[in-house]
């Protein structure tokens, strides 16, 4: 243990910073855990006011090193394929990676309760209702709400996209460059109920996506039988949030676009106007430390949503600084700024995939040619594991960096688009052996 006997407070106990607490506390820290929020465990209000979230390989190696994987896995669902929905009702499948690789689909509030539960297992000491207000940095103080102080020997904001303490670092030091931005799109959550006897009214194994260019809707599935389903629409203008504004603007909308949908969630009208809008965007930091304080997750890389990285990044966040701990046995070796500098550089990675993500999920996942590029893909990494992952795998099924990811699916890419550009590829691709040879030489050739 490299952190006995050092204070450490953590802003934030949402899911990064009550898992990076019981990391902390395991190396050996006194650690205090401060949250503006009531104790979510007993505020079921806090329920459903966030999209699903979808634990990936990233998220999972940082559950595994601490022991609680298989707490976690209990109150998760595997989705091993998207189900696309077209307009006219059919059903396209597209599998995640291989046979048995699936992404699992777990509630934001049932997992940060979970975690809450194992830190404080943990000698971990979480302070609710206390909204952090001004932050020392040269003492390592911090200022709540009616005057409550609390001094550490580190700090660590992890107190999500709206940070409290980024803001702060922005203001306090000159060379703090901060960016945040909206996009043109927005999100609304809505929930197909189940069955009377508790199943689930569509298939359960996979994530859904009705993708209709502009806009879309995705469902996830629960515990309980329901689904969390999620409305990604542009702010203004053609198939907008805007251009929905009664109870029949919400059913011309959904009949004409999700029929399937207004079948499966009977409330929907009400759901709709009940639920609120809320933004889309992403935060960077060029710096996330300044003195002995320090940001992860959201506070310094909060994304879209539409890589299903941003919970797995932030856990990737703890479980990499861990190992960096390990190595330097301190947190004091001057090497970290150099690990958060190459943490910043993957992260924004991260972000960029997730942009480009947004624009497969709601056009090209309904695109046939770009359903056969990807049955290629997988047909080829499966002849040569060796020589090519996709990119999806990478980023959701590997350990490999979210830069070196992004670097080497731009290759792919662009070797791919060579191969769609014979004419006639779905015919050649299915007619002969020989054909697929020739396929197969054509992509060897390029990566050699």
Not at 1 to 25: C, F, H, P, Q, R
Not at 68 to 84: E, H, T, V
Not at 96 to 106: H, M
Request: charged share 20%; aromatic share 10%; proline share 3%.
């Amino acid at each position: 243990m490299y952190l006995e006997n050092k204070k450490i407070s953590v802003v934030g106990g949402g899911l990064v910073g009550s898992l990076l607490a019981t990391y902390l506390s395991k190396q050996g820290a006194n650690v205090l855990v401060f949250d503006k929020r009531s104790d979510p465990r007993k505020d079921i209000n806090q329920a459903g006011r966030s999209i699903n979230l979808a634990l990936s390989d990233r998220g999972i190696r940082a559950l595994k090193t601490l022991g609680i994987k298989g707490q976690i896995m209990k109150i998760a669902m595997p989705m091993y394929k998207r189900i696309m929905h077209s307009n006219s009702g059919s059903l396209t499948e597209q599998r995640y990676g291989k046979s048995q690789q699936a992404i699992y689909s777990v509630s934001r509030h049932i997992l940060n309760t979970k975690l809450i539960d194992i830190a404080e297992q943990h000698n971990v000491k979480f302070h609710f209702n206390k909204q952090c207000e001004e932050i020392d940095f040269s003492n390592n103080e911090l200022l709540f709400k009616g005057d409550y102080v609390s001094h550490s020997d580190y700090i660590f904001a992890a107190d999500g996209a709206g940070s409290v303490i980024r803001k702060k670092m922005g203001h306090c030091f000159a060379d703090v460059k901060i960016t945040e931005k909206f996009i043109d799109s927005s999100y609304k959550e809505l929930t197909i109920p189940s069955h009377l006897d508790g199943t689930h009214k569509i298939q359960n194994d996979a994530l859904h996506i009705w993708p209709r260019k502009s806009f879309m809707v995705i469902a996830l599935p629960n515990l309980d039988g329901t689904f969390t389903c999620t409305l990604f629409a542009p702010n203004k203008g053609q198939s907008s949030f805007d251009e929905i504004k009664k109870n029949e603007d919400v059913k011309s909308f959904f009949s004409s676009y999700f029929p399937d949908l207004v079948n499966l969630i009977p409330d929907l009208a009400e759901q709709y106007f009940n639920n609120p809008t809320s933004p889309l965007g992403f935060v960077r930091c060029s710096s996330w430390k300044k003195n002995n304080t320090i940001l992860l997750g959201d506070a310094c890389h909060a994304t879209v949503p539409f890589y299903g990285q941003g919970m797995n990044s932030g856990f990737e966040d703890c479980f990499l600084l861990n190992e960096w701990i390990n190595l330097n046995h301190s947190l004091s070796n001057r090497t970290i700024k150099e690990f958060l500098s190459l943490r910043q550089l993957n992260t924004e990675a991260m972000q960029d995939l997730s942009m480009a993500n947004f624009i497969e999920m709601q056009s090209k996942t309904a695109d046939p040619g770009f359903l056969l590029q990807k049955k290629i893909e997988e047909w080829f990494s499966n002849k040569h594991p060796d020589k090519w992952m996709p990119l999806y795998s990478m980023v959701t099924f590997s350990s490999v960096s979210y830069h070196e990811a992004m670097q080497k699916g731009i290759i792919q890419d662009e070797i791919m688009k060579d191969v769609m550009s014979k004419n006639n590829l779905q015919i050649v691709f299915n007619e002969a052996e020989l054909n697929e040879k020739n396929i197969e030489q054509q992509i060897l050739s390029r990566i050699s």
